[in-house]
């Protein structure tokens, strides 16, 4: 008992000799230690128990008077030696819990706590040892009960976990060391912590009885939903909080899916445009929105009632029991048509379909489906009457009506095919459409229109020749769609087409007749120049002339008769003839302008441009443009020279503009006539064809004349923004430029085209 210890001493430095053992616990200030909730203390210094009381004697089985002196490591089991040195050389305060050794050699668990004390100047520990046997297997107990629970329990004091059992430990994600020590709303989602404070809170205040529900964030990041309750308890001595927790993520999923699937149920059967019934011996106990669409009733004001109401009459009421309950046979649902009666009164006929509920055949549940088939019947109806109207459509419509099959193989054809190709249906029935009617040299444009019309790709009207059976060549246009069967699936090709092969014969004959009309037109220009040309001259050389000398002979008796009463008479009869001269001159410079013959298309231009600022006080500028030789022929100058004086007599009419522009570029072989004006522009619509001879005609002939001489013309006008016209023409050297339009091209569209 009294034996060193090997180990290292327990020191208490300064501590001395004379201080008496057995005596410490008598002092004052030692004794108002001992008075705190230890259940065994002793003073110890240097490694010995100075001083022990009556309870550690007891625990021991020393008695005070054995125990003072002894070494404080005699008591304590060897392994936990270095345990308790570690606690008395740092001072650390803390209890811990050692083996310790009874006097008769047994062993049982204590838990030590110590701390350093000054005692007539000198330190002092003093230790107080508290057997936790019993609490220990009540420690073990609970935890063998808290692990076989289906719940997660857990304690926490001072807000960190002291206790957590496996559960809490599975559905956390944390073990046992990672969560001891821990704030006890480590795992808490963030969202949730505040909700759970004031609810647990509730809970030991004892105004909730109801569990919490929160989330929590697993140690792998997985998001957990979980119920738990909390309550008061004390633990090691202290007050506590107890919890238990159980997960129930799959349990919410589950009740979701369920409340997802009623809900899907109650949908459909309200959104089902049906009614749907539930009947108990013919009675309604249950009802769907869908009774009100088809019956016109509310569900509420079934429920309860006999299924008579429905019906029309009490026969067919019988009729159809007879057959849904009498049916003995094996088969799931009764299907049949019903008539019915609606709210209002009208007849309506529905598609029944019921099943009887329960294995036994006798059963008087069931469920049962109206559906209204009224209009779906009449649709039926119609569309027979619409088949048959068609078929006799076809059958006389004087168009050719082709069914092809996808192979391109002949299905059927309608009489006026058999009158236009000469052959009947029996004869060609099978047979390949295209290598039996169509020339050899349309095959392959025409198979790949075919596979078009079946891909259902976009197809214009195309045409193609039919040979018939005596040889003779048809023009047919056609047209396609796709023939799909009740699946959904491609099973064919109808194609109509219309026989023009007289429209086509006289549309070329329109056109050559159009060609010469277009040349006869400009010759007769050519002829007006000419006779214009031939007019002027003889307006100058003749009648001008002969004016002239008129002039000179009444100059000449006007001297001779000055004093004369003659004199004021010649003098009005000069100013007639001055008169008379300057309008030939200048009717003869209208009828055929010199200047366009004698100094060219440029000169003339230019002269034009400042005869019409003479005469309409516009502000005209001309402008030439380019260093190109461009060589036309004295017809096609006269005719661009006609064209500039129209439009620009139709900016004086009808532009309002204060200012134009002539202008004319050449470029290599490129001859471009220019008119522009700030006027208030033109409705371009107007220009395709004048839908009035009063509006835009002069447009669309000028555009005709410069079409004939291997020309474009050109509009662009903004409403408010002027307008521009451009004439594009060639010389006689070149033949007509590559993709040139003639008459009715479309360039007169009211847009500048891109020049190349």
Known sequence: MHKKSSSEPLTAPGFQEETRPGRVLESEKIQSVTLISFEGICVHA?????????????????????????ELLSLVAPEYHETVLEHVNSGREEPYEVMAVHKDGTLFP??????????????????????????????????ILTNRLQTGVYIVQDGRFRFVNSLFESYTGYTKEE?????????????????????ASQMLRGERTSPCEFRIIRKDGQVRRVMGLVSHIQFNKRPAILGSGMDITELRKAQKKLEDLEALESLILDTIPHAVLGLENRRVIFANNGVRDVFGREPADLIGQSSRVLYRSEKDFRETGRAFYGDSTKQKFHRDEVECRHLDGRNILCALTGSKLGASSRSRKAVVVFEDITKRKQSEAALVRERDFAESLIETAQALVLVLDPEGRIVRFNPYTEDVLGYSLEEVRGKPWMETFMPASEWRVMRTAFREA????????????????????????????????????????????QDVTEAKEAEKKLS??????????????????????????????????????AKMKLEALQKDAEATRLSEPLDEILGIVDQLIKDTRSLTFDLSPPVLYILGLAAALEWLAEQYQTKYG?????????????????????????CAQELLMNVTKHARAENVLVMM???????????????????????KAPREWTKGFGLFSIRERVSFLGGRFFVESVPGGGTRTRMVVYDTSSARRPGAKNAGDGSFDGRLSQES
């Not at 110590?114 to 420690?139: L, P, Q, W, Y």
């Not at 808490?188 to 004031?198: E, G």
């Not at 380019?626 to 006269?638: N, S, T, W, Y």
């Not at 008119?675 to 033109?682: A, L, S």
């Open 46 to 70: 240097d490694g010995k128990i100075l001083d022990a009381n009556q309870a550690l004697s007891n625990m021991t089985g020393y008695s005070p008077e054995e125990l003072v002196g002894t």
């Open 110 to 143: 204590m838990e030590i706590q110590g701390k350093n004390m000054h005692f007539e100047g000198h330190i002092i520990r003093i230790a107080s040892f508290r057997d936790v046997t019993e609490r220990n297997r009540a420690e073990e107990l609970y935890r």
């Open 179 to 199: 969560a001891l020590g821990r704030s006890g709303l480590m795992a808490v989602h963030p969202r949730d912590k505040k909700t759970l404070k004031m609810q």
């Open 454 to 497: 079946l891909n259902e790709q976009q197809t214009t009207e195309r045409t193609n020749i039919l040979i018939t059976r005596d040889g003779s060549k048809r023009i047919v246009n056609w047209c396609s769609k796709t023939l799909r069967g009740s699946g959904g699936d491609m099973i064919g090709l109808l194609t109509v087409g």
């Open 512 to 549: 050559e007749n159009y060609e010469r009309m277009r040349l006869m037109s400009s010759e007769l220009a050519r002829t007006e120049e000419r006779e214009r040309q031939q007019l002027a001259t003889e307006l100058h050389d003749r009648i001008g002339q002969t004016m002239a000398v």
């Open 618 to 642: 516009l502000k005209v500028h001309f402008r030439k443009q380019g260093a190109g030789k461009v060589k036309l022929d004295k017809d096609r100058d006269f005719v661009l020279f006609r």
């Open 665 to 687: 570029k050449t470029s290599g072989k490129k001859l471009e006539i220019v008119i522009e004006d700030d006027g208030i522009g033109i409705d371009t619509g107007i220009l």
